[in-house]
């Protein structure tokens, strides 16, 4: 069992940054990949990156690739997400999400999720 609370999100003008946090409760932090998923209004929730166990191993969506940056500290129980050059397509609901062995990009393959933080750029 690992629960999961996001930080970081607000609101920000397109070109800008944040750092948004996950941070995960338990001692077993490190047997599960960690993903990032958002959620805009009306849309459906859309995977943005995922990391593996070590953090060896991340993946990224498209949209995001070059401007979004995952990263996990074990010893802190806690991954971020650095998003750079946000753009107003970024604005959504950001969730962290949990799962045993490998990173997925399928939502339905994450078993833990976060309540979501907001992030909204402006143009």
């Known amino acids: 069992q690992v629960q999961l609370v996001e930080s970081g999100g607000g609101l920000v003008q397109a070109g800008g940054s944040l750092r948004l946090s996950c941070a995960a409760s338990?001692?077993?932090?490190?047997?599960?990949?960690m993903g990032w998923f958002r959620q805009a209004p009306g849309k459906e929730r859309e995977f943005v990156t995922a990391?593996?166990?070590?953090?060896?191993?991340?993946y990224s969506a498209d949209s995001v690739k070059g401007r979004f940056t995952i990263s996990r500290d074990n010893a802190k129980n806690t991954v971020y997400l650095q998003m750079n050059s946000l753009k107003p397509e970024d604005t959504a609901v950001y969730y962290c999400?949990?799962?045993?062995?490998?990173?997925?990009?399928?939502?339905?393959?994450?078993?833990?999720w976060g309540q979501g933080t907001q992030v909204t750029v402006s143009s």
């Open positions: 999400a949990a799962r045993r062995g490998v990173l997925s990009t399928l939502s339905d393959q994450y078993g833990y």
């Open positions: 338990g001692r077993t932090f490190s047997s599960y990949a």
């Open positions: 990391i593996s166990l070590s953090g060896g191993s991340t």
